[in-house]
């Protein structure tokens, strides 16, 4: 499983945050470099975490949260050999958009 998230924050995770994992983790997640920069692994919650105030300063916010989310997954799904082209479709221009 891949899972992504938003965490208004608690204990040692100060501040609002996304976050992302898989489950069972597979080797080599921990040490997978997720964009932007700004994320990180953290190995005592077993996930990537993105400070919310990271995304909101980059040059652009949306293009930021969509590396974060579009990396941690392949790495998730790439590192256990998920089979992707039965799991994905491609994107379709409209698809998601509010009329």
């Known amino acids: 499983m ?32 997720a964009k932007p920069a700004k994320a990180w692994y953290d190995t005592e919650m077993s996930e990537f975490i993105l400070m919310y105030d990271d995304v909101r300063k980059a040059s652009s916010p949306r293009q930021a949260l969509l590396d974060f989310c579009r990396t941690t997954y392949e790495a998730g799904a ?10 994905e479709r491609s994107a379709v221009a409209g698809v998601g958009e509010v009329a």
């Not at 100060?14 to 080797?27: K, N, R, V």
């Not at 590192?79 to 992707?84: D, G, I």
């Open 2 to 33: 891949s899972s992504v998230g938003f965490w208004p924050g608690s204990g040692k995770i100060a501040g609002p945050a996304f976050y992302s994992y898989t489950s069972p983790e597979p080797e080599g997640f921990k040490q997978y470099k």
């Open 78 to 87: 790439s590192l256990a050999k998920w089979n992707r082209t039965a799991l």
